[in-house]
């Protein structure tokens, strides 16, 4: 009755010979995931070296500037709580930032260049958008193992797992960034003489970067969202906790794990989203302008001009509000 | 306008030679079948799912003149513009700039030649919003790879010239609308290019503002000098602006002349309709509505010609209707102390009315 119950294609016997595979070629996967290794730790031994409170104070000023005021405020209280969690939860935080900020890293270098490559080829945009569907749906268990087959388990096939998940969104808003850029803008750039690179890095890239940027924010988050999955292979850190207290079935240590988790990701998220704004729709001109740096550069100008007698300075001061409807035609 | 500026005859700097755009995939197997056997716009459309954008379009541009290419919204015009730096290959014909076959530019002879001969401006300004104005304006001379010292002096320069002086650290968001075109020509002359692409510059803006910038573009071309393509949908722009117009329609040129041969000598019913509505005042002379005063006088005996108010032969219709107020006699137009000819009431009120050829024949 079944017409497949007698055909077999070898699907199955085709990927379990990966596993033949990678035996055979051990020794050219093998110094790259040594390397891959290391630096995963690097990352991770800077980051457990730095003092809770001065990874606070750093992380606070980085979100003052690039995001404003009112993010640093909740990025500070954010990262307080996180500490406050549990006597271990900053250490193991820090280990899976480490992991999330090394497969963002990635993702970045890999997705970046084939979101330009999208946005330039229709042919290739529409090869690699089958490919970004599946590696967003197929449940992440069914790479897990072939992963673990070809480097073994621990933070390296964690960080490929996590860049198989996260990179879609990044390919995807980079090449929509890119293709959402104004063609009257490039059409001019090309009448004044740009030749095909000046006019991607001056025009089109500059143009598009909020949209890269959201690319890059929901790649941080579903990294983050893989991190528990990781842990399955290895991957220490918060992840792990959770892993762990489900099988103690241990109600408290998966909340710790699971609120810093949440905790990261607000931190990530709040920092990055402030990115996507330029400085312009927060009120001034340049990013120096704001934040710490806009502060310190504001006193250091303060002292200079009381020396000078402020009446230029006055001058500056009031003139930039609303030029639009100050600003007219006629003369 | 025309009457002080007749520089047509001079050598000519653009060229385009039998021009033609045709849009699509079979564009030339749609050409060819245009040329060997006769198809036209619809059956190229039906044959090869073409569409002629360019058709057939030859005319040269002299030194410092303003030529202008009015047609309406879809006549090609836009698309035979953007054939001047190549913003769009021809399918077939060939375009000169100063003695110089574009078509076999290289890449970076292209470049040059948009960078520093060719500045643009465009209908819908095009500014690059994440540059300061500046910074756009600079940035032909960025693409060349000047110092940052260098270009952004001379951008300071033509922001100058454009009278937007201290609005150089702005963005063009933060500009109304008649100020960024402005900017957009400062951007478009800061290389001090020869050439002027112009891209209905003005359409997008009100008619007060528009007006302003005519104005000021005028006074800009006059001093510079630049050798201008104008394209414009508004008869009274091309009028006011062009030493010579072109009319489009169709992708094909109908009619080429100065303001006044258009207007008084319509091509055809096309052109005609066009004119209808466009004072004479302004644009017509007394030498093309006179007649000869011995034409005059066999036909109404000897002309008493010591009462006559005289004007002279480039004097327009406005100033003509101005002087016979007081009079019911006929002007004579004076030239170089000479009587060269008369004007009635009826050939001036027939030349305000654009019918010239009823004037003659009739007494005062």
Same mark, same amino acid.
């Given at each position: 009755?079944?017409?497949?119950?007698?055909?077999?294609?070898?699907?199955?016997?085709? &990927?379990?010979?990966?596993?033949?595979?990678?035996?055979?070629?051990?020794?050219?996967?093998?110094?790259?995931?040594?390397?891959?290794?290391?630096?995963?730790?690097?990352?991770?031994?800077?980051?457990?070296?730095?003092?809770?409170?001065?990874?606070? $104070?750093?992380?606070?000023?980085?979100?003052?500037?690039?995001?404003?005021?009112?993010?640093?405020?909740?990025?500070?209280?954010?990262?307080?709580?996180?500490?406050?969690?549990?006597?271990?939860?900053? &250490?193991?935080?820090?280990?899976?930032?480490?992991?999330?900020?090394?497969?963002?890293?990635?993702?970045?270098?890999?997705?970046?260049?084939?979101?330009?490559?999208?946005?330039?080829?229709?042919?290739?945009?529409?090869?690699?958008?089958?490919?970004?569907?599946?590696?967003?749906?197929?449940?992440?268990?069914?790479?897990?193992?072939?992963?673990?087959?070809?480097?073994?388990?621990?933070?390296?096939?964690?960080?490929?797992?996590?860049?198989?998940?996260?990179?879609?969104?990044?390919?995807?808003?980079?090449?929509?960034?890119?293709?959402?850029?104004?063609?009257?803008? $490039?059409?001019?750039?090309? &009448?004044?003489?740009?030749?095909?690179?000046?006019?991607?890095?001056?025009?089109?890239?500059?143009? &598009?970067?909020?949209? !890269?940027?959201?690319?890059?924010?929901?790649?941080?988050?579903?990294?983050?969202?893989?991190?528990?999955?990781?842990?399955?292979?290895?991957?220490?850190?918060?992840?792990?906790?959770?892993?762990?207290?489900?099988?103690?079935?241990?109600?408290?240590?998966?909340? $710790?794990?699971?609120?810093? !988790?949440?905790?990261?990701?607000?931190?990530?998220?709040?920092?990055?989203?402030?990115?996507?704004?330029?400085?312009?729709?927060?009120?001034?001109?340049?990013?120096?302008?704001?934040?710490?740096?806009?502060?310190?550069?504001?006193?250091?100008?303060?002292?200079?001009?009381?020396?000078?007698?402020?009446?230029?300075?006055?001058?500056?001061?009031?003139?930039?509000?609303? $030029?639009?409807?100050?600003?007219?035609?006629?003369? | 306008?025309?009457?002080?500026?007749?520089?047509?005859?001079?050598?000519?700097?653009?060229?385009?030679?039998?021009? /033609?755009?045709?849009?699509?995939?079979?564009?030339?197997?749609?050409?060819?079948?245009?040329?060997?056997?006769?198809?036209?716009?619809?059956?190229?459309?039906?044959?090869?799912?073409?569409?002629?954008?360019?058709?057939?379009?030859?005319?040269?541009?002299?030194?410092?003149?303003?030529?202008?290419?009015?047609?309406?919204?879809? *006549?090609?015009?836009?698309?035979?513009?953007?054939?001047?730096?190549?913003?769009?290959?021809?399918?077939?014909?060939?375009? /000169?700039?100063?003695?110089?076959?574009?078509?076999? =530019?290289?890449? *970076?002879?292209?470049?040059?030649?948009?960078?520093?001969?060719?500045?643009?401006?465009?209908?819908?300004?095009? =500014?690059?919003?994440?540059?300061?104005?500046?910074?756009?304006?600079?940035? *032909?001379?960025?693409?060349?790879?000047?110092?940052?010292?260098?270009?952004?002096?001379?951008?300071?320069?033509?922001?100058?010239?454009?009278?937007?002086?201290? /609005?150089?650290?702005?963005?063009?968001?933060?500009?109304?609308?008649?100020?960024?075109?402005?900017?957009?020509?400062?951007?478009?002359?800061?290389?001090?290019?020869?050439?002027?692409? @112009?891209?209905?510059?003005? *359409?997008?803006?009100?008619?007060?503002?528009?007006?302003?910038?005519?104005?000021?573009?005028?006074?800009?071309?006059?001093? @510079?000098?630049?050798?201008?393509?104008?394209?414009?949908?508004?008869?009274?722009?091309?009028?006011?602006?062009?030493?010579?117009?072109?009319?489009?329609?169709?992708?094909?040129?109908?009619?080429?002349?100065?303001?006044?041969?258009?207007? @008084?000598?319509?091509?055809?019913?096309?052109?005609?309709?066009?004119?209808?509505?466009?004072?004479?005042?302004?644009?017509?002379?007394?030498?093309?509505?006179?007649?000869?005063?011995?034409?005059?006088?066999?036909?109404?005996?000897?002309?008493?010609?010591?009462?006559?108010?005289?004007?002279?032969?480039?004097?327009? =219709?406005?100033?003509?209707?101005?002087?016979?107020?007081?009079?019911?006699?006929?002007?004579?137009?004076?030239?170089?102390?000479?009587?060269?000819?008369?004007?009635?009431?009826?050939?001036?009120?027939?030349?305000?009315?654009?019918?010239?050829?009823?004037?003659?024949?009739?007494?005062?």
């Amino acid at each position: 009755m079944d017409p497949f119950s007698n055909i077999d294609l070898g699907i199955a016997d085709w &990927a379990d010979g990966i596993k033949q595979w990678a035996a055979a070629n051990r020794g050219t996967i093998q110094p790259l995931k040594l390397f891959l290794n290391d630096s995963i730790n690097s990352v991770e031994s800077v980051l457990q070296a730095v003092s809770p409170v001065v990874m606070i $104070v750093l992380l606070t000023l980085l979100a003052w500037q690039l995001s404003g005021r009112r993010v640093a405020i909740i990025v500070c209280v954010a990262l307080v709580a996180l500490g406050l969690l549990d006597p271990g939860a900053w &250490a193991l935080a820090m280990t899976t930032l480490a992991i999330v900020l090394f497969s963002v890293a990635m993702c970045v270098i890999i997705g970046f260049p084939l979101g330009v490559l999208a946005a330039k080829s229709n042919r290739f945009e529409g090869a690699v958008r089958p490919v970004l569907d599946t590696m967003q749906t197929i449940p992440a268990f069914v790479y897990l193992v072939p992963v673990v087959m070809l480097v073994g388990i621990g933070n390296v096939s964690g960080v490929i797992v996590t860049v198989v998940f996260a990179v879609p969104p990044l390919i995807r808003l980079t090449s929509l960034g890119i293709r959402q850029v104004n063609q009257s803008v $490039v059409e001019a750039a090309r &009448a004044f003489g740009a030749s095909p690179s000046q006019i991607m890095f001056k025009v089109e890239l500059p143009l &598009a970067i909020p949209t !890269i940027m959201a690319g890059v924010n929901q790649t941080i988050m579903l990294s983050l969202s893989m991190v528990v999955i990781a842990s399955m292979i290895a991957v220490k850190g918060l992840g792990n906790e959770v892993l762990r207290a489900m099988g103690r079935l241990d109600a408290g240590k998966a909340i $710790v794990g699971g609120l810093g !988790i949440v905790i990261l990701a607000v931190v990530l998220d709040r920092i990055t989203q402030g990115v996507t704004r330029s400085g312009r729709e927060r009120g001034y001109r340049h990013w120096w302008q704001g934040g710490p740096t806009g502060l310190i550069l504001s006193i250091f100008n303060a002292g200079k001009r009381t020396k000078q007698q402020g009446e230029t300075g006055q001058r500056q001061q009031t003139q930039p509000r609303n $030029v639009k409807q100050e600003g007219q035609d006629g003369e | 306008m025309s009457s002080e500026a007749v520089r047509h005859d001079a050598e000519p700097v653009i060229e385009c030679r039998k021009l /033609w755009k045709i849009f699509g995939n079979d564009a030339n197997r749609a050409m060819d079948a245009i040329r060997s056997e006769g198809f036209n716009k619809e059956d190229v459309l039906k044959q090869f799912g073409c569409v002629i954008g360019v058709r057939d379009v030859s005319f040269s541009v002299g030194e410092g003149e303003i030529f202008c290419v009015m047609g309406l919204s879809g *006549s090609g015009k836009s698309t035979l513009i953007r054939h001047l730096n190549r913003l769009v290959e021809p399918t077939a014909g060939e375009v /000169w700039i100063e003695g110089e076959n574009i078509g076999t =530019l290289s890449p *970076s002879g292209l470049r040059e030649l948009r960078a520093s001969r060719m500045g643009m401006v465009f209908q819908n300004m095009a =500014l690059m919003p994440h540059r300061t104005v500046r910074e756009n304006v600079a940035f *032909s001379l960025e693409v060349r790879r000047h110092d940052r010292k260098t270009r952004l002096g001379v951008a300071d320069e033509a922001i100058e010239i454009v009278e937007l002086s201290g /609005w150089g650290d702005r963005y063009p968001d933060e500009l109304s609308g008649g100020m960024q075109q402005r900017v957009g020509l400062a951007r478009a002359i800061a290389a001090d290019p020869h050439f002027l692409l @112009m891209d209905e510059p003005f *359409s997008a803006l009100d008619p007060l503002i528009r007006r302003q910038l005519q104005d000021q573009f005028l006074k800009l071309a006059k001093d @510079m000098k630049k050798t201008t393509l104008f394209i414009t949908h508004d008869l009274d722009e091309a009028i006011r602006i062009g030493d010579r117009i072109a009319i489009m329609r169709e992708g094909m040129l109908v009619q080429v002349g100065t303001p006044e041969q258009i207007v @008084m000598e319509p091509n055809d019913s096309y052109v005609a309709d066009f004119v209808a509505g466009i004072s004479k005042l302004h644009l017509v002379t007394a030498a093309r509505i006179m007649e000869p005063v011995a034409d005059y006088e066999t036909r109404n005996g000897p002309l008493d010609r010591s009462d006559l108010l005289g004007a002279r032969a480039d004097d327009t =219709l406005d100033r003509l209707a101005e002087l016979s107020i007081d009079t019911d006699a006929p002007l004579i137009i004076e030239e170089d102390g000479k009587h060269i000819g008369v004007v009635t009431k009826k050939a001036l009120i027939r030349g305000i009315q654009g019918r010239l050829h009823d004037t003659a024949g009739d007494s005062a």
